[in-house]
């Protein structure tokens, strides 16, 4: 069971990057699929999240309107793109996998990729 995140860099503000999350060793269909960030200092976020077939997502208010989870069933892939980027989103952003749909709490998820970092210059 293992999630694999990259797609992280520098990045100045307004731009956008696009994370994905690949999933192996096991079928996540049924694990409803978090985008979590930490930024130094601070408390891991929820950022996005998304069941497996992708009819119901989740976004934090900080975020919303300038993200997008989605996925690639065939690749077992999920994808956060970023668009109009911040400073204030500077962090390591993490995947994971949990079998609450909706859930927002790190404790929740049950498997947790590597971890990516995101850096917005301003």
């Known amino acids: 069971v293992q999630l694999q995140a990259s797609g992280g860099g520098l990045v100045q503000a307004g731009g956008s990057l696009r994370l994905s999350c690949a999933a192996s060793g096991r079928t996540f269909s049924r694990y409803y699929m978090g985008w979590f960030r930490q930024a130094p200092g601070k408390e891991r976020e929820f950022v996005a999240g998304s069941t497996w077939s992708g009819g119901s997502t989740d976004y934090a208010d900080s975020v919303k309107g300038r993200c997008t989870i989605s996925r690639d069933n065939a690749k077992n892939t999920v994808y956060l793109q970023m668009n109009s980027l911040k400073p204030e989103d500077t962090a390591v952003y993490y995947c994971?996998?949990?079998?609450?749909?909706?859930?927002?709490?790190?404790?929740?998820?049950?498997?947790w990729g590597q971890g990516t970092l995101v850096t917005v210059s301003s």
């Open positions: 994971a996998a949990g079998p609450y749909s909706g859930s927002r709490r790190t404790s929740q998820y049950n498997y």
